[in-house]
C-alpha cells in the first residue's frame, strides 16, 4: 500500500530583494516585494505548491492527496460555460473550507453596504456629483469595516450588475478573513499599501497599483502604512478580461505578462475563535472556525486573484490631431452579452505626452450613454483645474452633461495654438464605466462630503460666439 507522507518538515519562503527591501515581516508574516516573488500572465493555467510535491499530478482528485491534504474546488463560472470564460482552481489544503460553524447575521453590520440598488437605500439624480475625499478614522477601523458603497446597479441575487464603494481604513483585519460571495472586487488604493493574504498566496499591492479578488476568494487585508484610503468596484456575474487591441496589434495597453499572482503560502497554526466574514447579498455573514483559511499548500487553476502596475500601462493616442475617446485607456473590461458594451470599464488616465495640433487637448465636452465614476490616484486631472483632488470621486450619469472647468477651458485657449508636445506627469486618474445607470446610495447624497457648488465649475464658460465667420477659429 502506498504510504502518506506528512506534513513533518516546516515550510521556509525565501524572498528574494533586488533593490531596497522593505520591511514585509509582520506577525510572522513576510509578504513578497518585488515582482520575481509572484507568478505572471494574465488567464493562464497557473500552478504552485508552498511543498515540492503537494499538487498532484496527472489528476485533480486523487483518493489520497499528497501529504494528507483535502482537494476542494472553487468555481468561478458555471460548470458549463465555454471553455474561454471556464474560470475554476483546485486548492490542496490542509482542511477544507467546509469545515465550520453555522453562518450568522453580523453583529455589527455594515449598514453602508448594498449589492441591490432600489428605493429602500438609493436615490437617482442626473445632476453632476463629485464628493471630497473621506478623512481616515481615528478610531479602530479595519478593511471590512471600513468599507462602503456609493452607487451602483443591478443586483447581485440576479448576477448582473456593479456596486462602486470606497474605503477608508486604518488597522489590519484581525483572526479574521472576509469572503466576497457577491462578485469580484477590483482595488484602487489610494493611500497606504494592502498586505493582503489570500487562499492563492500573499499579494503587496501600493497606491498606483490595483488587485482584482475575484468572487469567493477569503482574502485578509493588513495594513502595514496605517491609514489607508481607496476605490473598489464590485462586479456580479462576469469577470474582467483584457481588452481586445483591435488596429492596435498585438502589443500595447496592458500587457498580460504584467499581471502578477500570488505563489502559495500557508499557514499551519491554529487559530482558535477564527472567523470567516462573508459578504452575501450586500449583508455580512460570520462563522467561527479554529483554523486559518490560509492552509492551501499548493493550488492550481486560472482563476485567481492578481496585482497589476498601472505605471506599466502603455498608452496608445493621438499623435496628431483631435482627442481620442477614453476607451482608448482601458486596463481592463467586464463584458455583458452585448458586443463591445461593458458592465464595467476600468479606464486609466497615466502621464503621457500630448502633441496634438490645432487640436482642443483636455478632454471634450461631453454627453455619454454610458455613467462615468472617476478618481484620482495621486496628481491632477487634465479636465479639472479645482476641485478633484486625490481620494475624491465624480459622478457623471448617463446623458449627464460634463467636460473641463471654465479654469481649463481658459487657459487652454489662452495656450493657444503654439503649445507644442508637452507631457503631463506624475498624475493617475481613473474612470469606472458602466452602461448601466447607477443609483447613488443615500447616506452619499446627504453626506457632507458632497460638494454642492460642483456645477459652479461650468458656470463661467461663456459664449465666445460671434458672426464674423471664423474669428477665432484656427481649425485647419
Ligand atoms: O473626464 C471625463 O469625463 C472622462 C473622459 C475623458 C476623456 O479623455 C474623454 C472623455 C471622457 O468622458
Ligand atoms: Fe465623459
Given at each position: 500500500m502506498e504510504k502518506i507522507p506528512h506534513l513533518d518538515h516546516h515550510h521556509h519562503h525565501h524572498y528574494h530583494h533586488r533593490e531596497q527591501p522593505v520591511p514585509t515581516k509582520r506577525n510572522g508574516r513576510d509578504f513578497p516585494s518585488?515582482?520575481?516573488d509572484y507568478q505572471s500572465g494574465f488567464g493562464n493555467s497557473f500552478e504552485s505548491e508552498a511543498i515540492s510535491g503537494a499538487l498532484p499530478r496527472g489528476q485533480n482528485s486523487p483518493l489520497l492527496c499528497p501529504y494528507g491534504l483535502y482537494a476542494e474546488q472553487l468555481s468561478g463560472s458555471s460548470f458549463t460555460s465555454p471553455r474561454k470564460l471556464n474560470q475554476r482552481s483546485w486548492f490542496y489544503r490542509i482542511?477544507?473550507?467546509?469545515?465550520?460553524?453555522p453562518f450568522k447575521p453580523r453583529i455589527p453590520s455594515n449598514e453602508k453596504l448594498a449589492s441591490e440598488f432600489d428605493k429602500t437605500n438609493s436615490r437617482t439624480t442626473p445632476t453632476q456629483l463629485r464628493w471630497k475625499p473621506m478623512e481616515i478614522p481615528d478610531s479602530p477601523t479595519d478593511f471590512v469595516d471600513g468599507l462602503y458603497t456609493v452607487c451602483g446597479a443591478g443586483s447581485s441575487f440576479l448576477r448582473h450588475g456593479f456596486a462602486i464603494h470606497m474605503y477608508t481604513a486604518n488597522k489590519s483585519m484581525d483572526n479574521c478573513a472576509f469572503c466576497n460571495a457577491d462578485g469580484d472586487f477590483l482595488i484602487v488604493p489610494q493611500k497606504g499599501r494592502l498586505w493582503i493574504t489570500t487562499e492563492c498566496g500573499k499579494l503587496q499591492v501600493t497606491p498606483g497599483e490595483i488587485v482584482v479578488l475575484p468572487q469567493g476568494f477569503r482574502f485578509a487585508v493588513d495594513l502595514p502604512d496605517g491609514p489607508s484610503r481607496g476605490y473598489a468596484c464590485e462586479i456580479f456575474g462576469t469577470h474582467f478580461q483584457l481588452p481586445d487591441l483591435g488596429p492596435i496589434g498585438g502589443n500595447g495597453l496592458a500587457a498580460p505578462r504584467d499581471f502578477l499572482v500570488p505563489k502559495a503560502w500557508f499557514e499551519e497554526a491554529s487559530r482558535p475563535g477564527y472567523t470567516i466574514i462573508q459578504k452575501f447579498g450586500g449583508e455580512l455573514f460570520t462563522a467561527k472556525q479554529d483554523f486559518s483559511p490560509f492552509n492551501v499548500v499548493a493550488w492550481h487553476g486560472n482563476y485567481v486573484p492578481y496585482k497589476y502596475d498601472l505605471k506599466k500601462f502603455c498608452p496608445y493616442n493621438t499623435v496628431l490631431f483631435d482627442h481620442s475617446d477614453p476607451s482608448i485607456n482601458t486596463v481592463l473590461t467586464a463584458p455583458t452579452d452585448k458586443p463591445g458594451v461593458a458592465l464595467l470599464d476600468f479606464v486609466i488616465f497615466p502621464s503621457r505626452w500630448v502633441v496634438a495640433e490645432?487640436?482642443?487637448?483636455?478632454?471634450y465636452y461631453h454627453r455619454n450613454c454610458m455613467s462615468e465614476f472617476m478618481g484620482l490616484i495621486y496628481g491632477g486631472y487634465e479636465a479639472k483645474a479645482d476641485g478633484f483632488i486625490p481620494g475624491a470621486a465624480s459622478l457623471h450619469s448617463c446623458m449627464t452633461p460634463h467636460g473641463p472647468d471654465t479654469k481649463t477651458y481658459e487657459a487652454t485657449i489662452a495656450r493657444g495654438n503654439d503649445a507644442g508636445p508637452y507631457k503631463i506627469t506624475d498624475t493617475m486618474a481613473f474612470m469606472f464605466e458602466s452602461c448601466l445607470i447607477p443609483r447613488i446610495c443615500s447616506w452619499a447624497v446627504e453626506s457632507p462630503l458632497l460638494d454642492a457648488d460642483y456645477y459652479q465649475c461650468w458656470l463661467g464658460l461663456k459664449s465666445h460666439f460671434s458672426h464674423e465667420a471664423d474669428v477665432k477659429s484656427n481649425s485647419v
Amino acid at each position: 500500500m502506498e504510504k502518506i507522507p506528512h506534513l513533518d518538515h516546516h515550510h521556509h519562503h525565501h524572498y528574494h530583494h533586488r533593490e531596497q527591501p522593505v520591511p514585509t515581516k509582520r506577525n510572522g508574516r513576510d509578504f513578497p516585494s518585488d515582482d520575481g516573488d509572484y507568478q505572471s500572465g494574465f488567464g493562464n493555467s497557473f500552478e504552485s505548491e508552498a511543498i515540492s510535491g503537494a499538487l498532484p499530478r496527472g489528476q485533480n482528485s486523487p483518493l489520497l492527496c499528497p501529504y494528507g491534504l483535502y482537494a476542494e474546488q472553487l468555481s468561478g463560472s458555471s460548470f458549463t460555460s465555454p471553455r474561454k470564460l471556464n474560470q475554476r482552481s483546485w486548492f490542496y489544503r490542509i482542511k477544507p473550507s467546509v469545515t465550520h460553524e453555522p453562518f450568522k447575521p453580523r453583529i455589527p453590520s455594515n449598514e453602508k453596504l448594498a449589492s441591490e440598488f432600489d428605493k429602500t437605500n438609493s436615490r437617482t439624480t442626473p445632476t453632476q456629483l463629485r464628493w471630497k475625499p473621506m478623512e481616515i478614522p481615528d478610531s479602530p477601523t479595519d478593511f471590512v469595516d471600513g468599507l462602503y458603497t456609493v452607487c451602483g446597479a443591478g443586483s447581485s441575487f440576479l448576477r448582473h450588475g456593479f456596486a462602486i464603494h470606497m474605503y477608508t481604513a486604518n488597522k489590519s483585519m484581525d483572526n479574521c478573513a472576509f469572503c466576497n460571495a457577491d462578485g469580484d472586487f477590483l482595488i484602487v488604493p489610494q493611500k497606504g499599501r494592502l498586505w493582503i493574504t489570500t487562499e492563492c498566496g500573499k499579494l503587496q499591492v501600493t497606491p498606483g497599483e490595483i488587485v482584482v479578488l475575484p468572487q469567493g476568494f477569503r482574502f485578509a487585508v493588513d495594513l502595514p502604512d496605517g491609514p489607508s484610503r481607496g476605490y473598489a468596484c464590485e462586479i456580479f456575474g462576469t469577470h474582467f478580461q483584457l481588452p481586445d487591441l483591435g488596429p492596435i496589434g498585438g502589443n500595447g495597453l496592458a500587457a498580460p505578462r504584467d499581471f502578477l499572482v500570488p505563489k502559495a503560502w500557508f499557514e499551519e497554526a491554529s487559530r482558535p475563535g477564527y472567523t470567516i466574514i462573508q459578504k452575501f447579498g450586500g449583508e455580512l455573514f460570520t462563522a467561527k472556525q479554529d483554523f486559518s483559511p490560509f492552509n492551501v499548500v499548493a493550488w492550481h487553476g486560472n482563476y485567481v486573484p492578481y496585482k497589476y502596475d498601472l505605471k506599466k500601462f502603455c498608452p496608445y493616442n493621438t499623435v496628431l490631431f483631435d482627442h481620442s475617446d477614453p476607451s482608448i485607456n482601458t486596463v481592463l473590461t467586464a463584458p455583458t452579452d452585448k458586443p463591445g458594451v461593458a458592465l464595467l470599464d476600468f479606464v486609466i488616465f497615466p502621464s503621457r505626452w500630448v502633441v496634438a495640433e490645432h487640436t482642443f487637448r483636455p478632454p471634450y465636452y461631453h454627453r455619454n450613454c454610458m455613467s462615468e465614476f472617476m478618481g484620482l490616484i495621486y496628481g491632477g486631472y487634465e479636465a479639472k483645474a479645482d476641485g478633484f483632488i486625490p481620494g475624491a470621486a465624480s459622478l457623471h450619469s448617463c446623458m449627464t452633461p460634463h467636460g473641463p472647468d471654465t479654469k481649463t477651458y481658459e487657459a487652454t485657449i489662452a495656450r493657444g495654438n503654439d503649445a507644442g508636445p508637452y507631457k503631463i506627469t506624475d498624475t493617475m486618474a481613473f474612470m469606472f464605466e458602466s452602461c448601466l445607470i447607477p443609483r447613488i446610495c443615500s447616506w452619499a447624497v446627504e453626506s457632507p462630503l458632497l460638494d454642492a457648488d460642483y456645477y459652479q465649475c461650468w458656470l463661467g464658460l461663456k459664449s465666445h460666439f460671434s458672426h464674423e465667420a471664423d474669428v477665432k477659429s484656427n481649425s485647419v
